[in-house]
Structure formats: C-alpha cells, structure tokens
C-alpha cells in the first residue's frame, strides 16, 4: 500500500512540476505523439517534354492539401503524406506549374497509385517593340487551345532585350498527340504600374508549327 501512495506521489509531483516550469510530460511507454491521422498519400509519375526527356522544376500540388514537390532532373515527383479524410475541395486533382504557368491537371482515382505520365511541348516566341520612350515592367504572353481549359489561358513571362528592341520567351502546353491541333498567342505590355500599355492581335498557329515570330508593337 505504501509503494503504491509512494507512486501516486510521485506522479503528482511530475505533474505540478510539469504544469510550473512548462515542460512536456514524458511519454509513458505504449504511449505516442504522433499527430499523423487520415488518409495516406503515395503519388509518383513523371512529366516529359516533347521529346521524352523529363521536364525538371515542374511544381506538383495535390489539390486542397499543402502537400506539392518539384521534378527532379529526370521529370520524376513524389508526393507523400498524409490528408484529412474529408479535404475540402476533395483530394484527388494534381496541378502542374511551371515558372507560375499552368501545364495541366491528372485527376487521380487514388491517392497511393502511380500517376500516368503528362507529357508537354514547348514553344519559343520573339517578337520587336518600340516603347516610344515608355518604360517597360513586364511582357507576357497569352495562350489559348487545345488541352487548356475553356475560359482559361496559359500565361508566361518574357525576356525584354532593350538594346536590341525584341523580346522572347516558351510557353509550355499539353503535347497534342498525333492529331493537329489549333492554338492562338497574344502578347501583352505592361508598365511600372501594371497598366496595360499595349498588345499584339492574336496570332493563330498549330501543333505542327515551330518557334512563334510575333508582329512588331508599337506603344
């Protein structure tokens, strides 16, 4: 009886002390702290350009989790972890970007599965401008088409050569497949306080064609 008052004590004391100094009580054993609840996520696969070789510093998020990673030199992710069971928008969309550009989605039907590979092209646009003295903060180009959601576009940032009055950049979309498929680019100006100083008119192209040469801007 004696040994067991003696526990009961010491117990109590270990947990005014505990309360006093702010410290964490010790886990009796069998016991854990582990906060890992909820489903279990295992998602690989891969993104590609064109050609086959693996797209490098793609961005992977799982939708309505903080769960992402980025492509490493071969184009390979892994996300893994785990999700409330009830996440909010449902868990079972991957988003794909790359420099803050939309390349697609994969809708999983499991959140432990080997995701099939995306597979993107990639495209070079130049173009002239003549700013007519006006300062310049941001070029951008504007891409509409096949495999990019209606009402939605993919958007990329490009290069400004001052000296030479051009400008360039890639704007990545899903591969096509076999089938030719139409597109249109827009490229627009921006100055120092996001207004919009100025645009290209749209140029339509295909699947088939090559590296993009804009009609010159003139501000």
């Known amino acids: 009886m004696k040994r067991l008052e003696l526990r009961a004590a010491r117990a109590a004391w270990m947990l005014a002390a505990a ?5 964490e009580m010790p886990l009796l054993a069998g016991g854990s702290n582990s906060t890992e609840t909820g489903k279990k996520v295992h998602l690989t696969g891969r993104v590609s350009a064109g050609n086959g070789q693996g797209l490098s510093g793609v961005t992977v998020s799982l939708a309505g989790t903080a769960l992402h990673d980025t492509t490493d030199a071969d184009g390979v992710y892994l996300l893994s972890g785990r999700v409330a069971r009830e996440a909010e928008p449902p868990a079972d969309t991957l988003r794909f970007a790359l420099q803050g550009q939309a390349l697609g989605l994969r809708v999983v039907t499991s959140l432990q599965e080997t995701v099939p590979s995306l597979q993107v092209v990639q495209r070079g646009f130049l173009g ?92």
């Not at 497949?177 to 827009?186: C, M, Q, W």
């Open 128 to 219: 002239y401008l003549k700013t007519g003295g006006l300062t310049v903060v941001r070029i951008e180009g504007v891409l509409k088409g096949h495999g990019i959601p209606a009402g939605d576009s993919a958007v990329g940032t490009f290069f400004h050569n001052t000296q030479a009055g051009n400008y360039s950049g890639f704007l990545y979309f899903p591969a096509p497949g076999d089938s030719v498929r139409a597109y249109e680019v827009r490229v627009r100006v921006f100055g120092a306080n996001g207004e919009l100083l100025g645009a290209s008119p749209s140029v339509p192209f295909t699947s088939q064609a090559g590296n993009i040469l804009i009609p010159e801007i003139e501000l």
């Open 19 to 23: 309360l006093v100094t702010g410290c």
